[in-house]
């Protein structure tokens, strides 16, 4: 079972790559956000194979916390492709 893991790991680490490949490259900013985000999953994939691997329960809060960054990241970024910024301001005061 645990060759399992290091394949998975292996496959997942592939896919990292792949996308900070797509992270630079991407042709739009839209292709960058998704890739962003699917960084952030793949992210928290390795560090949970890596939980796994090690047979230890310390990662799981480091995966939550790595799960909520990469939600706030792509809100965030979701917002400022549709609005133009990300903080909305009252410019009437």
Do not use: H, Q
């Amino acid at each position: 079972m645990m060759m399992f893991y290091w394949i998975a790991l292996a496959i997942v680490s592939t896919a990292f790559a792949g996308l900070l490949y797509r992270l630079v490259k991407g042709p739009t900013v839209a292709d960058r956000v998704v890739a962003l985000d699917a960084l952030g999953i793949s992210l928290v994939s390795i560090v949970a194979l890596l939980s796994l691997i090690t047979e230890t329960e310390f990662f799981l809060e480091i995966i939550l916390l790595l799960s909520i960054l990469s939600f706030i990241g792509t809100a965030a970024f979701a917002k400022f492709i549709e609005r133009g910024e990300i903080f909305d301001r009252d410019d009437n005061r």
